[in-house]
């Protein structure tokens, strides 16, 4: 079975302070395909990131950067100097490879909720 | 502009009356999808679809029927709408690229059933 865990539900920090947001994963796919996504409070959704499981090369991209480690299973999200924009709620989510899984579902953790105080 | 569209936004019904949910994109999309946002549980996947009439049951499809007549297109429907149906409900569109699909979002329907 897959599963998704983000074990902090909500994380508070100080504008400028850096945070990292844990995901850890399980899936007996050799193929698969992680993912974070934004929503801030306005409710919508917003890709972020997709990585996959060939690929553990971290990547950066402005203040983001994320950090794949299949020895740990884990896919974790970094906010460099944290803006008050970057509060919302992050998911991070899971999608099998369909020659082994034989699915295309995709699977999202519950979320963690940054609050970014001025 | 490429985008996902759903209809109704917002939505109050009672129990037992069918209803529709409709869900359109422009991008010419193979993999559509249908979730629902409850707190503290996150995103659940109720039903999706790879391409016209192939579609395939997510984690939470009871209660719920869908169907693909057209690429574009992707209704979720509630035969018997129960109250534990009310939810945030969101639908999705990507590319069927080996399953590694990036998935682009609708605004969301609020569902509250009475």
């Known amino acids: 079975a897959q599963k998704v865990t983000q074990a902090q539900t909500e994380i508070s920090v100080v504008e400028k302070e850096d945070v990292t947001l844990d995901c850890v994963y399980e899936?007996?796919?050799?193929?698969?395909?992680l993912f974070w996504y934004k929503q801030p409070p306005s409710g919508e959704l917003v890709f972020l990131i997709r990585r996959n499981s060939f690929d553990e090369q971290n990547e950066i991209s402005g203040r983001y950067s994320w950090n794949f480690q299949k020895s740990t299973s884990s896919f974790n999200f970094t906010i460099t100097a944290s803006q008050v924009v970057d509060s919302a709620v992050y998911f991070c989510a899971l999608s099998g490879g369909r020659l082994i899984s034989g699915t295309y579902k995709y699977i999202f953790g519950t979320g963690t909720r940054l609050k970014v105080l001025a | 502009e490429a985008q996902v569209t759903q209809n109704p936004r917002y939505l109050i019904t009672v129990t037992g009356k069918k209803l529709t949910v409709t869900c359109s994109q422009n991008?010419?999309?193979?993999?559509m999808s249908w979730y629902r946002q409850d707190p503290g549980l996150g995103l659940r996947q109720i039903y999706y679809s790879m391409n016209v009439e192939v579609t395939d049951k997510g984690d939470v499809p009871e209660g719920y029927k869908v169907s693909r007549k057209e690429k574009r297109n992707f209704p979720l429907i509630l035969e018997s709408p129960s109250p534990n149906q009310t939810s945030l409900y969101f639908c999705?569109?990507?590319?069927?690229?080996?399953?590694?699909?990036?998935?682009?979002f609708g605004p969301g329907t609020r569902l509250t059933v009475t």
């Open positions: 991008m010419n999309h193979e993999y």
């Open positions: 999705a569109s990507g590319e069927l690229a080996g399953g590694g699909h990036e998935q682009y």
């Open positions: 899936t007996r796919d050799t193929t698969y395909y």
